[in-house]
């Protein structure tokens, strides 16, 4: 099984990442768009996953792996919708800001860039590597 890459964004107001790091898992449900829906299903054990922190900080925080894939949300009634247990493994030395992200051009292309209402979103290895190292 090939390791993929992903991005997820939260408001901080709404689960900020020192929490994420003080209850080491999580489940990230209440994901509402098709497209970030789907991205839920695709993931799978162990694959890691970068925490964007919207709001005033559009800062990538740090990085998780994926513990549970994709089961029925618990949020809604509504049929197809799904969550992911998320386990919190490291923060970045320092945050890397959605300002840092635009100056790169190897990440010209992401969806944090390219379609910023995104809440859950695929990377390369290469992506994923890069913006790790902007974090060091």
Known sequence: MKLQYWLVKQEPDSYH??????????????VRNYQARNNLKAMQLADQVLFYASGDSKSVMGIAEVTQV??????????GWVAVELKALKTLATPVTLAQI???????????????RLSVSSLTKDQFNMIIKLGK
């Open 102 to 116: 635009k100056q790169e051009p190897s990440l010209s292309t992401i969806a944090l860039v390219r379609n910023s």
């Open 17 to 30: 990442w020192n929490d994420f790091m003080r209850d080491k898992r999580t489940s990230w449900e209440g």
């Open 70 to 79: 994709a089961y029925p949300d618990k949020t809604t009634q509504e049929e």
